[in-house]
Protein backbone atom coordinates (compact mmCIF):
# COMPACT_ATOMS: atom_id res chain seq x y z
CA UNK A 1 0.00 0.00 0.00
CA UNK A 2 3.06 2.63 0.55
CA UNK A 3 3.98 1.32 -2.65
CA UNK A 4 1.01 2.36 -3.94
CA UNK A 5 0.29 5.46 -2.20
CA UNK A 6 3.99 7.08 -3.70
CA UNK A 7 3.66 6.02 -7.03
CA UNK A 8 0.40 7.91 -7.05
CA UNK A 9 1.41 10.64 -5.12
CA UNK A 10 -0.99 13.49 -5.70
CA UNK A 11 -3.27 11.90 -7.40
CA UNK A 12 -7.15 11.10 -6.05
CA UNK A 13 -6.70 7.50 -4.30
CA UNK A 14 -9.26 5.25 -2.87
CA UNK A 15 -8.36 1.89 -1.42
CA UNK A 16 -10.88 -0.23 -0.26
CA UNK A 17 -11.31 -4.15 0.32
CA UNK A 18 -10.82 -6.62 2.97
CA UNK A 19 -7.96 -5.38 5.22
CA UNK A 20 -7.97 -8.81 7.35
CA UNK A 21 -7.32 -6.97 10.25
CA UNK A 22 -8.86 -4.15 12.08
CA UNK A 23 -8.13 -0.25 13.46
CA UNK A 24 -9.07 0.23 16.79
CA UNK A 25 -10.54 -2.23 19.56
CA UNK A 26 -14.15 -0.55 19.10
CA UNK A 27 -13.78 -2.52 15.31
CA UNK A 28 -14.35 -5.80 17.18
CA UNK A 29 -16.72 -7.59 19.52
CA UNK A 30 -16.87 -11.60 20.83
CA UNK A 31 -13.78 -11.74 21.91
CA UNK A 32 -10.48 -10.45 24.02
CA UNK A 33 -7.64 -11.63 22.08
CA UNK A 34 -4.83 -9.02 22.20
CA UNK A 35 -4.57 -7.34 18.46
CA UNK A 36 -2.59 -4.67 19.65
CA UNK A 37 0.71 -4.90 17.42
CA UNK A 38 -1.61 -5.37 14.39
CA UNK A 39 -3.56 -1.79 15.14
CA UNK A 40 -0.68 -0.32 15.53
CA UNK A 41 1.06 -1.03 11.75
CA UNK A 42 -2.41 -0.46 10.23
CA UNK A 43 -2.37 2.95 12.03
CA UNK A 44 1.31 3.46 10.92
CA UNK A 45 0.46 2.30 7.51
CA UNK A 46 -2.81 4.75 7.06
CA UNK A 47 -0.17 7.81 8.44
CA UNK A 48 2.68 7.06 6.22
CA UNK A 49 0.14 6.57 3.23
CA UNK A 50 -1.76 10.26 4.02
CA UNK A 51 -4.84 7.98 3.86
CA UNK A 52 -8.06 9.16 5.82
CA UNK A 53 -11.02 7.06 6.68
CA UNK A 54 -14.80 8.93 5.70
CA UNK A 55 -16.56 7.32 8.13
CA UNK A 56 -19.25 4.95 7.34
CA UNK A 57 -23.07 4.55 8.25
CA UNK A 58 -24.68 0.56 8.43
CA UNK A 59 -23.89 -2.09 10.29
CA UNK A 60 -20.57 -1.55 12.66
CA UNK A 61 -19.16 -4.58 11.71
CA UNK A 62 -18.48 -6.36 8.00
CA UNK A 63 -17.43 -9.87 8.73
CA UNK A 64 -18.93 -12.34 11.23
CA UNK A 65 -18.43 -16.06 12.07
CA UNK A 66 -18.76 -17.84 15.25
CA UNK A 67 -20.15 -15.07 17.50
CA UNK A 68 -17.21 -12.78 16.51
CA UNK A 69 -17.59 -9.66 14.61
CA UNK A 70 -15.03 -7.19 13.22
CA UNK A 71 -14.69 -4.48 10.95
CA UNK A 72 -12.16 -5.86 8.67
CA UNK A 73 -13.52 -4.17 5.62
CA UNK A 74 -13.16 -0.53 4.78
CA UNK A 75 -12.56 2.48 2.44
CA UNK A 76 -8.98 5.04 2.72
CA UNK A 77 -9.51 8.24 0.79
CA UNK A 78 -6.50 10.70 0.11
CA UNK A 79 -6.83 14.52 0.71
CA UNK A 80 -6.97 14.67 -2.88
CA UNK A 81 -9.65 12.77 -3.40
CA UNK A 82 -11.74 14.12 -0.78
CA UNK A 83 -11.08 17.77 -2.78
CA UNK A 84 -12.11 16.73 -5.82
CA UNK A 85 -15.27 15.02 -4.77
CA UNK A 86 -17.84 16.91 -2.89
CA UNK A 87 -19.16 13.79 -1.03
CA UNK A 88 -18.47 10.30 -0.20
CA UNK A 89 -20.17 8.31 1.54
CA UNK A 90 -19.59 4.57 2.79
CA UNK A 91 -22.15 2.42 3.87
CA UNK A 92 -21.77 -1.29 5.47
CA UNK A 93 -24.16 -3.62 3.44
CA UNK A 94 -25.76 -6.71 5.32
CA UNK A 95 -23.97 -9.53 5.34
CA UNK A 96 -26.04 -12.03 2.74
CA UNK A 97 -24.30 -14.26 0.76
CA UNK A 98 -20.74 -14.13 2.96
CA UNK A 99 -19.62 -13.98 6.26
CA UNK A 100 -18.52 -10.90 4.61
CA UNK A 101 -20.78 -8.02 4.31
CA UNK A 102 -20.23 -5.80 0.95
CA UNK A 103 -19.38 -1.60 1.49
CA UNK A 104 -20.71 0.73 -0.60
CA UNK A 105 -19.30 4.10 -1.47
CA UNK A 106 -21.19 6.65 -3.55
CA UNK A 107 -19.11 10.12 -4.53
CA UNK A 108 -20.85 12.86 -5.59
CA UNK A 109 -18.66 15.65 -8.17
CA UNK A 110 -19.27 19.05 -7.60
CA UNK A 111 -21.53 21.34 -10.06
CA UNK A 112 -23.05 17.99 -11.49
CA UNK A 113 -26.12 17.61 -12.54
CA UNK A 114 -28.68 14.81 -11.53
CA UNK A 115 -28.58 12.15 -14.28
CA UNK A 116 -31.51 9.72 -15.40
CA UNK A 117 -32.06 6.40 -13.27
CA UNK A 118 -30.35 3.71 -14.21
CA UNK A 119 -31.29 0.65 -15.75
CA UNK A 120 -30.75 -2.35 -13.59
CA UNK A 121 -31.54 -6.05 -15.28
CA UNK A 122 -32.52 -8.04 -12.75
CA UNK A 123 -31.22 -12.02 -13.11
CA UNK A 124 -34.93 -13.15 -11.71
CA UNK A 125 -35.87 -11.79 -15.42
CA UNK A 126 -34.34 -14.67 -17.41
CA UNK A 127 -35.68 -17.56 -15.24
CA UNK A 128 -39.48 -16.10 -16.38
CA UNK A 129 -40.95 -18.19 -19.08
CA UNK A 130 -41.98 -15.32 -20.74
CA UNK A 131 -38.63 -13.12 -20.84
CA UNK A 132 -37.16 -14.32 -23.94
CA UNK A 133 -40.05 -14.05 -26.44
CA UNK A 134 -40.75 -10.18 -25.18
CA UNK A 135 -37.54 -9.50 -25.92
CA UNK A 136 -37.34 -11.38 -29.30
CA UNK A 137 -40.46 -9.48 -29.83
CA UNK A 138 -39.18 -6.12 -29.41
CA UNK A 139 -35.81 -6.48 -30.86
CA UNK A 140 -37.11 -8.20 -34.14
CA UNK A 141 -39.33 -4.46 -34.66
CA UNK A 142 -37.49 -1.91 -37.48
CA UNK A 143 -35.89 0.33 -35.98
CA UNK A 144 -35.93 3.24 -38.89
CA UNK A 145 -31.98 3.42 -39.08
CA UNK A 146 -29.02 1.51 -39.46
CA UNK A 147 -25.49 0.65 -37.76
CA UNK A 148 -25.17 2.09 -34.53
CA UNK A 149 -28.44 4.38 -34.27
CA UNK A 150 -30.47 1.65 -35.23
CA UNK A 151 -28.72 -0.36 -32.11
CA UNK A 152 -28.90 2.46 -29.86
CA UNK A 153 -33.17 2.43 -30.79
CA UNK A 154 -34.07 -1.39 -30.39
CA UNK A 155 -31.57 -0.95 -26.91
CA UNK A 156 -33.59 1.76 -25.55
CA UNK A 157 -37.15 -0.36 -26.91
CA UNK A 158 -35.82 -2.94 -24.95
CA UNK A 159 -35.42 -1.03 -22.40
CA UNK A 160 -38.81 0.67 -21.94
CA UNK A 161 -40.67 -2.39 -22.51
CA UNK A 162 -38.23 -4.31 -20.15
CA UNK A 163 -38.88 -1.77 -17.52
CA UNK A 164 -42.74 -1.73 -17.87
CA UNK A 165 -42.80 -5.44 -18.04
CA UNK A 166 -40.95 -5.63 -15.05
CA UNK A 167 -43.51 -3.12 -13.35
CA UNK A 168 -46.39 -5.26 -14.22
CA UNK A 169 -44.78 -8.59 -13.53
CA UNK A 170 -42.79 -8.40 -10.66
CA UNK A 171 -43.57 -5.18 -8.90
CA UNK A 172 -41.17 -2.41 -7.82
CA UNK A 173 -38.79 -4.73 -7.14
CA UNK A 174 -35.94 -2.22 -5.77
CA UNK A 175 -38.02 -0.97 -3.10
CA UNK A 176 -38.78 -4.49 -1.77
CA UNK A 177 -34.57 -5.41 -2.04
CA UNK A 178 -34.41 -1.89 0.13
CA UNK A 179 -36.94 -3.12 2.35
CA UNK A 180 -35.63 -6.58 3.13
CA UNK A 181 -31.83 -4.96 3.19
CA UNK A 182 -33.47 -2.69 5.89
CA UNK A 183 -35.00 -6.38 8.00
CA UNK A 184 -31.67 -8.00 7.79
CA UNK A 185 -29.47 -5.08 8.95
CA UNK A 186 -32.03 -5.19 11.87
CA UNK A 187 -31.80 -8.98 12.42
CA UNK A 188 -27.98 -8.64 12.80
CA UNK A 189 -27.87 -5.63 15.02
CA UNK A 190 -30.17 -7.87 16.94
CA UNK A 191 -27.47 -10.73 16.71
CA UNK A 192 -24.78 -8.76 17.56
CA UNK A 193 -26.51 -7.82 21.04
CA UNK A 194 -28.15 -11.32 21.25
CA UNK A 195 -26.17 -13.83 19.88
CA UNK A 196 -29.11 -16.37 20.33
CA UNK A 197 -30.55 -19.21 17.78
CA UNK A 198 -33.77 -17.03 17.45
CA UNK A 199 -32.02 -14.20 16.27
CA UNK A 200 -30.17 -16.37 14.17
CA UNK A 201 -33.10 -18.06 12.78
CA UNK A 202 -34.67 -14.32 12.23
CA UNK A 203 -31.37 -13.61 10.02
CA UNK A 204 -31.73 -16.73 7.74
CA UNK A 205 -35.28 -16.19 7.47
CA UNK A 206 -34.32 -12.63 6.08
CA UNK A 207 -31.57 -13.41 4.08
CA UNK A 208 -33.72 -16.12 2.19
CA UNK A 209 -36.28 -13.72 1.31
CA UNK A 210 -34.06 -11.19 0.15
CA UNK A 211 -32.38 -13.91 -2.29
CA UNK A 212 -35.89 -14.97 -3.65
CA UNK A 213 -36.74 -11.35 -4.33
CA UNK A 214 -33.36 -10.50 -6.06
CA UNK A 215 -33.01 -14.02 -7.45
CA UNK A 216 -29.56 -13.89 -5.88
CA UNK A 217 -27.89 -17.50 -6.54
CA UNK A 218 -25.82 -19.05 -3.35
CA UNK A 219 -22.02 -18.70 -4.22
CA UNK A 220 -20.13 -22.00 -4.12
Not at 32 to 38: G, I, L, Y
Amino acid sequence: MRELTNSLDGSPLMIGGDFNTILTPGDRAGSDTNRQAEMVDFTETIEDCRLLDPGFDGSDYTWAKNGLFERLDRVLISEMWSRTFEASRVTNLPRVSSDHGLVLVRCKMANTSSPGRAFRFQNMWIRHEGFLDLVRVVWAQPSGAHGLLGLHIKLAKTKKTLKRWNREVFGNIQTNIKNIEVEIAAAQANFEADPSPTNRTRINKSIAIWKKISGCKKQP
